[in-house]
């Protein structure tokens, strides 16, 4: 698989965890939506594909922004949205304080932001 299919794959998986987050936000799902946001963000592998042919697989989300700071402009512009969705994680997904309508709200917006991103880069 040529890098720019891996990224087209990736920019997929991101497409379907935002639509879950447009309906988990919509059923007022905020943990699951914000949980899902960050999801369809941490696929920035399809940015880093599409712009540099590679992408590290790690857990640690903090490379992650890095790694997608170092794949140009696109990857610069979008690194501050992933550490921004990136601060959601935790709350959304091990904390016992809810993520909030207005928390939620965002995640969406930056999701879209990140996919956005990543198919202007990896067009279908």
Request: glycine share 4%.
């Given at each position: ?30 943990n699951a939506a ?50 921004r969705l990136l ?9 016992a304080a809810a ?26």
């Amino acid at each position: 698989m040529s890098a720019l299919d891996e990224a087209r794959a990736h920019l997929a998986k991101a497409r379907e965890f935002l639509e879950a987050v447009e309906l988990t936000n919509d059923l007022q799902l905020f943990n699951a939506a914000a949980s899902n946001a960050v999801t369809s963000g941490i696929n920035k592998d399809a940015i880093c594909l599409a712009l540099t042919g590679r992408t590290k697989k790690s857990d640690n989300h903090a490379e992650a922004v890095s790694e997608l700071k170092g794949a140009g402009p696109v990857g610069r512009e979008s690194s501050t949205t992933l550490s921004r969705l990136l601060k959601l994680k935790s709350k959304a997904q091990y904390q016992a304080a809810a993520v909030s309508a207005a928390d939620s709200a965002k995640s969406v917006d930056w999701a879209g932001r990140l996919l956005a991103a990543a198919q202007s880069v990896a067009p279908d």
